[in-house]
């Protein structure tokens, strides 16, 4: 090491008097055991692997999440000074982490595998504080109040598929140093959501559509929101700006976000970390409008994929609710309203007429407009993990929730809900959670009678996520669905 240490220092040097000079120097400082290794890295040179800074991160939901607009990216943040990320107070501080590590995979792929910064801890001793976001490019801090606020760049197109990701100030967990260092399972970070997912599903209804028609090539368009009663609408919002603040644990934590809390506390060695929680963090500050009437945002899934009975993910988008002066403008419950669009047919191999439009007397193309979803229900998770639909509209879009929108496709139309839920709540495949909310549908146009052989495809699984019904049998009209909370019609 310390031959080492010689030979990169050596590259630094000018005339052959300054390399004698330094030789002398070197040669005594070595006899003396002086010279300092951070002598090692001002060439640029990878540090010894125990003294590179390597961390391990994942979201609160263990997810692999990433973005649609295509920046994979994250930052992490290292910090000796920590008295500004616990009092979110502005000043100098923010401008000078120790370092900004750009990683260049998603948060939840180094959940097992560390992420290398190649640079070295303080020397020789001194514990760092992280703190994160993501997209690492999308976002970048503000030129006067450094990483206290962060500004979001997004083209036109992509506004709304960005999945947000902060990582808190959590002091004694999300720490590390020479002797501590990050990479071990008590010093992972984990990065929460800060924006509120709206996903849209679909499925068939078993008793008119099972063996009998088919849909595929859904579409939702002209999606806009209203927090008036439905007097006014605008287009959807999404996160534009973030800013530094204090956290509440009632307000900012969502309940999975305690849970990780929870379970990073009773790991070994973090038994002094049991009677704090994160203290501050990004939320959203500023916002802006996407999708909307009249715009080119399509929700949708490939054209080709034909909805099975038990349903399917659509698409998704991230959202907020419209800010003024850095806080949530809210009012009555959150409405929405969307136009629809979905190829249907009585084959399922949906086949075209002589002209290749798709339009027969077997497969057509059915569209619905203005379509409005008068409210987003509660749930609440048991004990049991069942999630039990409650009478309690939402008002807000929340951070690190998830809003399910179901589309039940039936033999002459489509009827919509919407429940409020953990995000990804019961993995990847879902079950739908029955009850009607609003329904639009007028005589389906085709031959009638079934065409259709063989049975539907099951997503993948048992399609259980703690015991939710799943909709089937009589399709129901609107106001009779017994399962429907107090209040939807």
Known sequence: ?????????????????????????????????????????????????????????LTEDGADARSEEGDNTFMVLFWQQTEHLGTAGAGPDWLTPYLAGHAPQPVAFYKNSAFDTH?????????????????????????????RRLTATVEEPKKGRCDFLGCDYW??????????????????????????????YADRDRESMENKQYVRNVQITNLQMSIDGGQSWTPMYTPSAFEWEVLSPE????????????????????????????????????????????????????KADRVPIYGMVIDSCYVCNPMAGGAAQTGQPIRLKMDIRAEMSFDPNFPKDDSGSGASDLTFT??????????????????????????????????????????????????????????????????????????????TPGTGGESGTGGDEQIGGDEQIGGDEQIGGETPAPGDDPAAPAGEN
């Not at 760092?128 to 030129?143: E, M, R």
């Not at 070994?268 to 009249?294: L, W």
Request: proline share 5%.
């Open 366 to 443: 059915h569209a619905w407009t203005n379509v409005e979803l008068g409210a987003i229900y509660e749930v609440e998770i048991g004990a049991d993990g069942k999630a039990l639909v409650t009478d309690r509209p939402v008002g807000q879009f929340k951070a690190g929730k998830e809003y399910r929108i179901y589309l039940h496709f039936y033999r002459t139309g489509v009827n919509l809900t919407a429940r409020e839920l953990p995000w990804n709540f019961g993995g990847v495949h879902y079950i739908v959670i029955s009850g009607g909310d609003e329904q639009a549908g007028e005589e």
């Open 1 to 57: 090491m310390k031959e080492k240490a010689i030979s990169i220092c050596i590259k630094h040097l000018g005339d052959m008097k300054q390399f004698e000079h330094l030789i002398g120097i070197l040669t005594a400082a070595l006899l003396a055991g002086a010279l300092s290794v951070s002598c090692i890295y001002d060439d640029g040179e990878e540090p010894e692997p125990e003294a590179s800074i390597r961390v391990y991160t």
């Open 119 to 147: 640079y070295p801890y303080p020397m020789p001793s001194g514990d760092l504080h992280a703190t994160g976001y993501a997209p690492g490019t999308v976002l970048a801090p503000d030129a006067a109040q450094g990483y």
């Open 251 to 302: 307000a900012d934590f969502t309940d999975s976000y305690r849970k990780t809390i929870a379970a990073v506390k009773s790991i070994p060695g973090n038994e002094d970390a049991a009677a704090g929680n994160p203290a501050a963090g990004y939320k959203t500050a500023e916002a802006e409008q996407f999708a909307g009437a009249g715009s080119d945002f399509v929700l949708q899934k490939g």
């Open 171 to 200: 002091e004694g967990v999300f720490r590390g140093s020479l002797q501590d260092p990050f990479a071990q399972e008590k010093n992972k970070l984990y990065f929460r959501h800060l924006a509120a997912k709206l996903v849209f």
